[in-house]
Nanobody, 124 residues
């Protein structure tokens, strides 16, 4: 599976952005998809995930209520709608695909494929 993230950019605090992650291959619907981010000088941080079936989502507390993950299996694409953005949301955002993570959806090592990342910058 190859992943291509896009949609990043510069936005003012309080604004919105939608990231997209397009996947290659015919088995996209079998993967749970996740979003992570990495700010300068910090480690990679879990943002949220959507399961391969039923569309069940889980989010980090820091983005809960502001970010929404969705997927379109017909288009092999997962989305991250980011609302009410804050300067602390500034980071490189990565999408990732997992064959399965059980209840450990926030563990990056359980994701098998990663996209190249897209920069999101939120100005104050």
């Amino acid at each position: 599976v190859q992943l291509q993230a896009s949609g990043g950019g510069l936005v003012q605090a309080g604004g919105s952005l939608r990231l997209s992650c397009a996947a290659s291959g015919r088995t996209f619907s079998r993967y749970s998809m996740g979003w992570f981010r990495q700010a300068p000088g910090k480690g990679r941080e879990f943002v949220g995930t959507i399961r391969e079936s039923a569309g069940i989502t889980n989010y980090a507390d820091s983005v809960k209520g502001r970010f929404i993950i969705s997927r379109d299996n017909a288009k092999n694409t997962v989305y991250l709608q980011m609302n009410s953005l804050k300067p602390e949301d500034t980071a490189v955002y990565y999408c990732a695909a997992s064959r399965g993570y059980g209840s450990s959806w926030d563990v990056s090592s359980l994701y098998d494929y990663w996209g190249q990342g897209t920069q999101v910058t939120v100005s104050s």
